[in-house]
């Protein structure tokens, strides 16, 4: 009996895990963080240089595309000290908290504030700003962005989430960002 009772439970405890459970965490490169991946969301394969050689790690994510709108993107990155894109998390807001140049009618962007992440000091930010299609063709359709950014310091590198989908489905999918830096855990 006793037998029989650990099969049906090991077997339960298989299905469990086969069918529709909770999705496994990503762990980056170098184990500098983890995340859990949101259901439906596609991790896009890394191309270009090695990670090890950027000093960047991390994950990009993507959502379901709606008509011919860009599709929804999710982006965990760490970077590392010596990293080849920004020398500080200072120079990452910098250029992206601000329009470089006059921004186009329409866009906006919110002021730097105070955020927490992991239980860890960061700084948040948003913008919308607008995509074009296809620039080659005239007129190039336009659509409008949002973004949010949070920028976490860590030791001599730092941590970046940003959530990036259209304008016009941005707050629907707002919450499955919110569950990827609920389940981020750093290990700075």
Request: aromatic share 12%.
């Amino acid at each position: 009996m006793i037998k029989l009772t650990l099969t049906t439970l090991f077997f339960c405890a298989l299905s469990a895990n086969a069918g529709g459970g909770a999705n496994p965490p990503y762990v980056c490169e170098g184990g500098y963080f983890s995340i859990i991946v949101p259901a439906g969301w596609t991790k896009i394969p890394p191309t270009g240089q090695p990670a090890s050689a950027k000093k960047i790690y991390g994950v990009d994510l993507l959502g379901a595309a709606e008509g011919k709108a860009p599709a929804p993107s999710i982006t965990v990155k760490y970077f590392a000290k010596g990293n080849t894109l920004f020398k500080t998390p200072d120079i990452y807001i910098q250029l992206n908290a601000h329009p470089i140049g006059d921004p186009e009618e329409g866009e906006q962007y919110s002021s730097v504030m105070a955020a927490r992440v992991a239980g860890k000091k960061a700084q948040r930010f948003e913008r919308k700003y607008f995509e074009y299609d296809k620039p080659r063709t005239v007129p190039a359709t336009k659509t409008a962005m949002f973004e949010r950014h949070l920028v976490v310091r860590a030791g001599d590198g730092f941590y970046l989430l940003m959530f990036s989908a259209p304008f016009s489905g941005a707050k629907a999918l707002l919450p499955q960002f919110e569950a990827v830096v609920k389940s981020f855990r750093p290990k700075y």
